[in-house]
């Protein structure tokens, strides 16, 4: 049995990754920006000289730090829901690889917490391998909050940012995207298993230039762990949302989860629900610089066979009834 003060730093842990999530950025723009009118104004001053010095550092490596992916707070995070790393398949480090996440999820807390921190033994389960999770570009903009970001590794997901990474001269590196991006946190409702696929093969694009392996990977729970408000795909509420996709980046969602101190009032920390991310077998990809549509086609296909397969070899195992199946859009 844990301890309540043990539960209480499990919750904690969950809710400053959603607090970072959605407020860290704004909150250091702001930050920032108001410094320059007090007295401080040279922190200010030295940071944006220092941001415009280091503007490109995001698209070439960023900066890894092993220190922060250690921290304990990730632990607590971790045993909150929890959350694990199933491996089915050796991936061996004289190769990269580029996985391919699903769902997206709210926030994909499955994917950050067992990509961008040590919580869950990454290295030892992969050793060799140097793990990328690649988000959207457009939050390596916003100062310190890039720092932040870059530290637990993750990377624009942009073709100069993931073709810097896949071009070292050391093997072993593995970049993890979320396919569906802020399209598929639409369909992130509990009991959901909707990607969104069909169209998107530009990470199998990146993986023909470079030969690099496909590898599937699905987080079972990661729908789970909030309720959502679902609007038709014909109402002017889910135009807005795509209209708004379209210009910001990033879908606003309507999403809800418990309060900081009672499971049973409303609030912004996620149910505790098991999220189990399973990694699956590599598919290797010869290298093509200029691939065909014909070869990426099969490429993707294969990818969606996989994956699929994936989920359906796996999904009695984490509590998805034996009648569900994958849906693709």
């Known amino acids: 049995m844990k301890t309540q003060q043990k539960q209480l730093l499990e919750v904690i842990g969950a809710y400053q990754y959603v607090l970072t999530f959605l407020f860290m950025g704004l909150f250091c723009t702001l930050l920032v920006f108001l410094l320059l009118f007090t007295r401080l104004w040279s922190f200010s001053f030295l940071y944006l000289v220092w941001l415009y010095l280091d503007w490109n550092t995001p698209i070439q490596g960023g900066r890894h730090s092993r220190w922060m992916r250690k921290w304990t707070v990730w632990k607590h995070q971790r045993d909150y829901f ?4 199933l491996k089915t398949a050796e ?11 699903h769902p997206h999820g709210i926030m994909a807390t499955g994917i950050f917490c067992n990509f961008s921190t040590d919580c869950n033994a990454f290295f030892q389960l992969f050793p060799g391998l140097k793990p990328w999770v690649a988000t959207l570009a457009g939050v390596f903009y916003l100062p310190i909050y890039r720092e932040y970001l870059m530290f637990n590794g993750l990377c624009p997901v942009s073709r100069q940012s993931l073709d810097f990474i896949l071009s070292q001269a050391q093997l072993g590196q593995a970049v993890t995207i979320l396919i569906g991006g802020a399209q598929e946190s639409l369909y992130a409702a509990p009991g959901e298993h909707r990607l969104a696929l069909r169209t998107r093969k530009g990470f199998v694009r990146l993986a023909l230039r470079h030969g690099a392996s496909l590898v599937p990977v699905y987080s079972f729970g990661e729908n789970d762990i909030y309720r959502t408000k679902s ?99």
């Open 91 to 101: 991936l061996p480090a004289d190769r990269n690889y580029v996985l391919g996440a």
């Open 82 to 85: 929890p959350i694990k790393l």
């Open 231 to 329: 609007f038709d795909q014909n109402s002017w509420q889910y135009r807005c949302q795509v209209a708004f996709k379209r210009l910001m980046g990033f879908s606003p969602c309507i999403f809800w989860g418990r309060s900081l101190f009672s499971a049973e009032s409303w609030g912004l920390v996620p149910f505790a629900q098991p999220i189990t991310t399973v990694v699956g077998r590599p598919i290797h990809v010869p290298q093509s610089l200029t691939p065909t549509e014909d070869h990426v086609d099969h490429y993707h296909q294969l990818y969606m066979k996989a994956l699929e397969q994936l989920f359906e070899d796996h999904k009695e195992a984490h509590g998805v009834p034996a009648s569900t199946h994958l849906t693709f859009y």
